[in-house]
Structure formats: structure tokens, C-alpha cells
């Protein structure tokens, strides 16, 4: 049997957590035991082996626990449990700057030999410059955070990292691709359903963060010509992720628009019973690290509309799912924007952008990422900032004339029901639990069975230059 000890910062609710639930649901039907090692208890429904190490848990600059103390804490605790040292360490996240210690920690345990296999699903180089920042100030050398050896593998959840780490110098045989899984929910069909503001009401079930895009919806909420009705399920945690969220809140309510922000929250209704009777799902995010809404969709059997991320759907397209009802772009004449004024503004973020990871930017950053925004004297209205997205949707509420237009250029499609088909039918296949668990037992006997080897490193800065790039720089994901 094999004996996996999975680490994470914590197990509170989440789309970690929601992983290391399904890790464990997948696994039960495998040979392997595992125990979980978190900096917080566990308040869920599943029956998980968790030991609770408080000092895994989010920490700050200020409040370092020692890396050897900790090391030792998890190799004892594993021990004990298992009556020996764990096959592999499943480490999630370590890299992401969230405590001063984890990879530090880690590192001594690599050095031990034992097999480690570190998944990531968020990045301190990828727009997270105060993550990236702590980690340089709190780690006690670049070698911690990306170390190689043969017993060493990293598990990446969409194959655009996998291409950057490879990039990056990770060596390309000790990396994997380990897809999320998708868990087909048991929807409360049958019964009484709720009665929403419109027959075409739009979900678009996400909690209201910047990188969701909110602008956009609101953009298509004034331009569609369906008598539709836009909603999002919840609101922000976080003061920085309210005060951008509440500054389209007010600005629906100002000019009446058919959306409504928190729908869930300020309903009370059933999350699910919401989902049956809705239209379309939606989704006009410009930055997910694996993308579930455009698996999740099909499992819930209902249309998505809504932005592509091709980086992402890639993926899931060269498996057979048709994501053709999606728009790659929203795009605006470039007459509706104060091009000099939107140059300017861009030139400062990008330096700003830069700066903040400690870089300088290219002499040509604003001439590429200009080049990557506009095509054929059009912009893409996700690249833009939020002034300059509330600017564009107030020009088209004031003529007729700029909404038609709009409307030619960017009509909102929704997936046929043979395609809700076809793609339920794919998802089930290939991401729902059992294809992720045939997939990670693989990957675990190629972990467990790899010898132990010496440590070398990559250099932080290598797996950064993969992803501060002026090409993709977005305003609201930045």
C-alpha cells in the first residue's frame, strides 16, 4: 500500500481544498492511504486523516516559524501515523508566498530524499508580485522554491505552465499534467424551481473578484438585445477585490441595468436550483488557472456563452470539447477610446507592472502589448482598465447608433443542446474522478519508484520571465 502524506496551508473552503476532497474520493479505490498534513482544521463533510500543524498556516514577515522545526514536524507526524516516513509528500502550493517557511521546509525534506511531488494551481510569478516579494524577503535561498533531483516532480494543472516550467529549465520528465477533476453535482431536479427576472437569465456563478471581469458583463448587459438578465452569484472577500466590485455595483444601479451582482447572497436561493433554472452560464474571466467553468458547464447540462481563454481551453478543446459558442475577444472601434490618454495610462501600468516584481520593462513594452490588444483598428474591451470599460459602456447607453454596433460586433452565442451533449458525455470521460485517479495513481508509482538523487536548482527568476510579459498584460489581472 502505498502511504502519501498531502500538504497544504490549510483545508478551509476553497478550490484546494475542494482538490485534496476529491484527491481522497479518487484514491479510495487505489491502494493507497494518505494522511493529510494542514495548518487548519478540517470543517467538512468528508471522512479525511488530517493533522493539524498550526504552523502550515498562512503567516507574515513578522511571525516566521522555523523551516527545520516544521520540516521535523511533518516528518514526525507522517511517521507516526503511517509507522513510517510517507512513499511521497504531495505538496500543494509551496511556492505561492503565503508562508514564510513552507518551502524552506520542503526543501529539507527533499533533501532527505523522499519522494515529493509539488502541485501547483497558483504562482507568486503569475500577477501576484506581493507574494513574490515576501517569498524573495523570507526565503533563505532562491534553491528552495524550484529544486530538481530524480525524486522530485511537479504536477501542473494546465499544460501552458507545463510548457512554461519546462521553459524555465524544470526538467520536462519530471513534469506531469494533472488536469482538475470534475465532479458531477446531484442537481435537485424535479422539484419546484425558482422564479427568476427573466426566461433569459444569465448565471454567471463566480464570487465577483477583479480578474472575473465584471465590466464585461455589465458591457453585455447594456448591449443584448434578448431581454436578458445578468447575475453573479457572490461577493468579494477582500477590501481591494469590494472596492472594484462595488464600483460596478453602483454603476449598474445608476444607469438600471438588467444585472444583478451577489444574486445568491441577496436571494437565498438553492446555488444549484439557480443553475437548472437559468438560460445560459456565463463566464468573461481573463485569467483562470485550470478553468472549471468550462468543464463544470456540461456537468451541470446547461448552455455556456461567454469569453474564451484559449490558453487555458487548449486543453480541453484537443480533447473534444466544442467550445465554439465562445468569443476570443469583445471588440470595440477604436474611436470609442482616447487612444492617447488609454497610451499613456498603459506606459505607467506597464512600468508600475514591472517594477513591482523588482524588473524593468522591455523598451517596447507599451508597442506589444498594444499589438496584442487591437486587431483590424478594434481593442478588446477585457484589456482595458475599468475607467476606460465604464467610459465605453456609457458611450453606448448614449446612442443607439454605438449600441447597434456593438451588438454587430459582439453578439452573446449559447451552446446548442447536442453540443451540452457531446461535452457532458467528453467531461465524464476524461475529467470527472475516475480518469483523475487512474491518471494519479500513475503519476504516484512514478514518483514513489523514483530514486534519490542530489539536489540542483532552477533560478526563480527563469520560471518569472515566463510570465512577465508584455504581450498578455491585462489591466484587471495585474
Known amino acids: 500500500?502505498?502511504?502519501?502524506?498531502?500538504?497544504?496551508?490549510?483545508?478551509?473552503?476553497?478550490?484546494?481544498?475542494?482538490?485534496?476532497?476529491?484527491?481522497?474520493?479518487?484514491?479510495?479505490?487505489?491502494?493507497?492511504?494518505?494522511?493529510?498534513?494542514?495548518?487548519?482544521?478540517?470543517?467538512?463533510?468528508?471522512?479525511?486523516?488530517?493533522?493539524?500543524?498550526?504552523?502550515?498556516?498562512?503567516?507574515?514577515?513578522?511571525?516566521?516559524?522555523?523551516?527545520?522545526?516544521?520540516?521535523?514536524?511533518?516528518?514526525?507526524?507522517?511517521?507516526?501515523?503511517?509507522?513510517?516516513?510517507?512513499?511521497?509528500?504531495?505538496?500543494?502550493?509551496?511556492?505561492?508566498?503565503?508562508?514564510?517557511?513552507?518551502?524552506?521546509?520542503?526543501?529539507?525534506?527533499?533533501?532527505?530524499?523522499?519522494?515529493?511531488?509539488?502541485?501547483?494551481?497558483?504562482?507568486?510569478?503569475?500577477?501576484?508580485?506581493?507574494?513574490?516579494?515576501?517569498?524573495?524577503?523570507?526565503?533563505?535561498?532562491?534553491?528552495?522554491?524550484?529544486?530538481?533531483?530524480?525524486?522530485?516532480?511537479?504536477?501542473?494543472?494546465?499544460?501552458?505552465?507545463?510548457?512554461?516550467?519546462?521553459?524555465?529549465?524544470?526538467?520536462?520528465?519530471?513534469?506531469?499534467?494533472?488536469?482538475?477533476?470534475?465532479?458531477?453535482?446531484?442537481?435537485?431536479?424535479?422539484?419546484?424551481?425558482?422564479?427568476?427576472?427573466?426566461?433569459?437569465?444569465?448565471?454567471?456563478?463566480?464570487?465577483?473578484?477583479?480578474?472575473?471581469?465584471?465590466?464585461?458583463?455589465?458591457?453585455?448587459?447594456?448591449?443584448?438585445?434578448?431581454?436578458?438578465?445578468?447575475?453573479?452569484?457572490l461577493s468579494p472577500k477582500t477590501q481591494s477585490a469590494l472596492n472594484i466590485y462595488n464600483y460596478w455595483v453602483r454603476f449598474a444601479k445608476e444607469l438600471s441595468l438588467p444585472i444583478h451582482f451577489g444574486f445568491v447572497e441577496d436571494s437565498n436561493l438553492n446555488f444549484f436550483k439557480i443553475i437548472e433554472a437559468s438560460y445560459a452560464l456565463i463566464t468573461t474571466s481573463v485569467q483562470e488557472g485550470f478553468g472549471l467553468a468550462f468543464l463544470e458547464t456540461w456537468a451541470f447540462e446547461k448552455p455556456l456563452c461567454g469569453r474564451d481563454l484559449p490558453e487555458i481551453t487548449e486543453d480541453f478543446e484537443s480533447q473534444g470539447i466544442d467550445l465554439s459558442s465562445l468569443y476570443k475577444r469583445v471588440n470595440i472601434p477604436l474611436e470609442l477610446i482616447d487612444m492617447p490618454s488609454f497610451e499613456a495610462c498603459l506606459k505607467k501600468a506597464l512600468h508600475s507592472y514591472f517594477n513591482s516584481y523588482s524588473q524593468k520593462a522591455p523598451k517596447d513594452a507599451k508597442d506589444r502589448a498594444l499589438a496584442s490588444m487591437i486587431n483590424n483598428n478594434y481593442i478588446d474591451f477585457g484589456r482595458l482598465n475599468e475607467p476606460f470599460q465604464e467610459s465605453v459602456i456609457r458611450k453606448a447607453l448614449g446612442s443607439r447608433e454605438i449600441q447597434k454596433t456593438l451588438q454587430g460586433l459582439n453578439s452573446l452565442q449559447v451552446s446548442s443542446g447536442q453540443t451540452i451533449k457531446k461535452n457532458r458525455d467528453v467531461v465524464e470521460n476524461l475529467f470527472s474522478l475516475e480518469p483523475f485517479g487512474k491518471r494519479l495513481i500513475k503519476m504516484y508509482k512514478e514518483v514513489c519508484s523514483s530514486p534519490g538523487s542530489s539536489l540542483s536548482y532552477t533560478e526563480p527568476e527563469n520560471v518569472l520571465t515566463q510570465y512577465l510579459c508584455p504581450d498578455n498584460f491585462m489591466f484587471i489581472r495585474s
Do not use: W
Request: with cysteine.
Open 1 to 233: 500500500m502505498l502511504k502519501v502524506a498531502i500538504v497544504h496551508y490549510h483545508l478551509e473552503p476553497g478550490g484546494v481544498t475542494r482538490v485534496i476532497e476529491n484527491t481522497v474520493k479518487a484514491l479510495r479505490s487505489y491502494d493507497v492511504e494518505t494522511l493529510i498534513l494542514s495548518g487548519k482544521p478540517y470543517k467538512g463533510d468528508l471522512d479525511l486523516n488530517v493533522c493539524v500543524i498550526p504552523e502550515l498556516y498562512y503567516t507574515s514577515k513578522n511571525d516566521q516559524p522555523k523551516a527545520s522545526a516544521l520540516a521535523e514536524k511533518m516528518l514526525t507526524s507522517s511517521k507516526e501515523y503511517f509507522k513510517q516516513f510517507p512513499d511521497a509528500f504531495h505538496v500543494h502550493n509551496h511556492s505561492l508566498g503565503k508562508n514564510a517557511a513552507f518551502a524552506d521546509a520542503i526543501y529539507l525534506i527533499a533533501e532527505k530524499k523522499i519522494p515529493l511531488l509539488y502541485q501547483i494551481h497558483d504562482l507568486s510569478e503569475d500577477k501576484r508580485p506581493d507574494n513574490y516579494n515576501f517569498l524573495r524577503e523570507t526565503i533563505s535561498a532562491p534553491k528552495v522554491l524550484y529544486p530538481s533531483a530524480e525524486h522530485i516532480h511537479y504536477a501542473l494543472i494546465n499544460t501552458r505552465d507545463l510548457r512554461l516550467f519546462g521553459r524555465a529549465g524544470i526538467p520536462t520528465k519530471n513534469l506531469h499534467y494533472l488536469p482538475n477533476p470534475i465532479v458531477f453535482p446531484s442537481l435537485p431536479k424535479g422539484t419546484s424551481l425558482p422564479k427568476l427576472p427573466s426566461k433569459h437569465f444569465i448565471f454567471y456563478p463566480t464570487r465577483g473578484i477583479r480578474r472575473k471581469n465584471l465590466g464585461e458583463l455589465v458591457l453585455l448587459s447594456a448591449i443584448d438585445d434578448r431581454d436578458s438578465y445578468f447575475a453573479t452569484s
